[in-house]
């Protein structure tokens, strides 16, 4: 689930095309609502928050074995975004993402 600081999902066509992917404000139509709202739907929805808001929902990240986090940098692009999100999921089981935090940044390589 993206959080409402990201761009829409359609900047991330390959995560569109792996995953059902959902843009709190643009398919959820949720925005403005509290980060703690947010990871509430997460929960309920079991999906991964992704957020350039690391800082926030971190603490959030170990709340609920039904979600967790993944931070972005802001130095990415979109492509990079999607490519780097994209090898992640790929790789990491979903035991491991649920329950924890992971943050991507410009560094990251995959």
């Given at each position: 689930?993206?959080?409402?600081?990201?761009?829409?999902?359609?900047?991330?066509?390959?995560?569109?095309?792996?995953?059902?992917?959902?843009?709190?404000?643009?398919?959820?139509?949720?925005?403005?609502?509290?980060?703690?709202?947010?990871?509430?739907?997460?929960?309920?929805?079991?999906?991964?928050?992704?957020?350039?808001?690391e800082k926030d929902?971190?603490?959030?990240?170990?709340?609920?074995?039904?979600?967790?986090?993944?931070?972005?940098?802001?130095?990415?692009?979109?492509?990079q975004i999607d490519?780097?999100?994209a090898a992640l999921?790929?790789?990491?089981?979903?035991?491991?993402?649920?329950?924890?935090?992971?943050?991507?940044?410009?560094?990251?390589?995959?």
């Amino acid at each position: 689930m993206l959080d409402e600081n990201f761009e829409p999902r359609i900047y991330l066509p390959k995560l569109n095309r792996l995953y059902d992917i959902k843009h709190v404000a643009e398919d959820l139509h949720k925005g403005g609502i509290e980060d703690r709202k947010v990871y509430e739907i997460a929960v309920k929805q079991e999906r991964i928050v992704v957020t350039y808001n690391e800082k926030d929902f971190r603490s959030f990240a170990h709340v609920s074995e039904k979600s967790g986090v993944i931070g972005i940098s802001t130095n990415l692009t979109p492509t990079q975004i999607d490519t780097k999100l994209a090898a992640l999921l790929k790789k990491t089981s979903s035991k491991s993402l649920y329950g924890a935090f992971h943050y991507i940044s410009g560094e990251t390589t995959f």
